[in-house]
């Protein structure tokens, strides 16, 4: 187990939700802008086509659209145009990583260390004894998910990866199945200079699509659908659950980077590097697709920094509120991370993207003893749920070796691939990263015995039964602390 210090562990839980910063905006192959277009009424597509646009893509109902060339104001002039931003890249600023095991897949012999699905937290083994997800979908928008690990049940002929310049796909298009067979890029073996970004070309490997190109969608894909039979070492929230691979994450060849090669804050050199990352609409097209695939639940492990309201982009966030409600009127309950930044978004006019979107179901991170972690953002009207994420109320705490679970076992173990892991199969992390898909798994247990229930439906069942929470909406953990047992009867007692 790998010992670390208040500093290191600070690093990379701030990392575990894949925080993203910008990098600029997004072009085409050939150099030109992208924008993300918001648009009312009919017969938008058209007339920007007309006015010599390119439209890539169209997404919820042909209100959301992927537009090339030209300029904002230009595209701002078309009749019906509500907003048109920038298609912003983003990259990854911290590690999710903080300790793995070098045991192989057994039986699920895990059980003990999984104190975030024992009765005192979430419950989910008891909820196990009624329902495990069987015949349900967890869509997991990451950077994939393992294809062959032995403790997961991945649909990836239904995954995608979504890239919306085209550079991974062998036809040029900004979508390709997940079981499609591509070369994909990976860092090079050299010197990781920042988090996510290494010196240099990246290196490629054949593999599909979907599969995973990092750890971070697996461990997720473990917390909420990790199997619980046969020769499987960990179980996930809903066992028997299919997890749906939607990777929007890929490693990106970057030049004239600025390297801070002594931390002075200014760049000695401008290098070529390798770093992991994604644009908006690449987020968009796979909340989008999720319910596609018969998706109960889409998990968001992912999200921006804190902003401030008034300086917010509206025409981001009307893009992803109106993608995000689509999904959840077509029935797909989306979970996304509260972020890891230890901010409180209650006051002054603070939020993140996307948790902060109306629709989408912000999930806060808690500890052994179901309070809030020490990194975790909170605020009422910014979380409705805490699940298990990791960590205690403080770092010191988390760090102690005279706690009931001492690090890393207060930490949430997971599945993550071998090949890219040392041979390990499995890894402590921490993070709203690692709450978010608690819920999700929860969706498919609710809608396992309760399928004809709205995705408004499930959260609500969700919300009423959880926690540890008084007056129902606390800062800290919004409606309370998850519990699948009495999710499950409630729900079955709401179908009846």
Partial sequence: MQSLSRRTLLKGVVGSTVALGAMGTASAEDGRNQYIVTASGKG????????????????ADDSVHLVIGGSKSAIQRVSGVKSAD???????????????????????????????????????????????GSGRRVAIIDTGIETDHPDLTTATADGKLFRADGLSSPTGTPTVTGDTTI????PPESEEIESYTYLGAPKLRTQAAADDVDSHGTHCAGISTGNNTGTTGIAGMAPDAEAVPLRVFY?????????????????EEHVTVTTLATTDFDI??????????????????????VIKGSAHKSGEHV????????????????????????SNLQQGGYYTLPNSVPGAMSITATGPGNERAFYSNDGTSDVDVGAPGGGYETAEKTLAPDTEWPYPLNLVYSSVPADLNDGSQYAWYAGTSMAAPQVAGLVALVREVAPDLTAKQVQNVIERTARFSKGKSSPDIGAGVVYAPDAVAEADRFSK
């Fill in 44 to 59: 938008v597509r058209k007339r920007l086509e007309r006015e010599g646009f390119e439209v890539v893509k169209s997404i």
């Fill in 319 to 342: 893009a992803y509120q109106t993608v995000i409600q689509n999904a959840v009127k077509r029935g797909t309950v989306v979970t996304a991370s509260a972020g890891n930044a230890s």
């Fill in 86 to 132: 920038s298609n912003e890249v983003y990259r990854l600023l911290g590690p999710a990583k903080q300790a793995t095991s070098s045991e192989g897949s057994r039986d699920d012999e895990y059980a003990e260390t999984q104190w975030d699905k024992h009765d005192d937290t979430t419950g989910a083994f008891q909820a196990h004894d009624t329902a495990t």
């Fill in 251 to 267: 490693w990106k060849k970057v030049e004239n980077f600025p390297w801070d090669k002594d931390g002075d804050g200014e760049a």
């Fill in 183 to 186: 070369q994909a890029r990976l």
């Fill in 284 to 305: 968009l097209s796979a909340i989008e697709y999720a319910p596609e695939t018969n998706a109960d639940a889409a998990n968001m492990s992912l999200g921006g920094g």
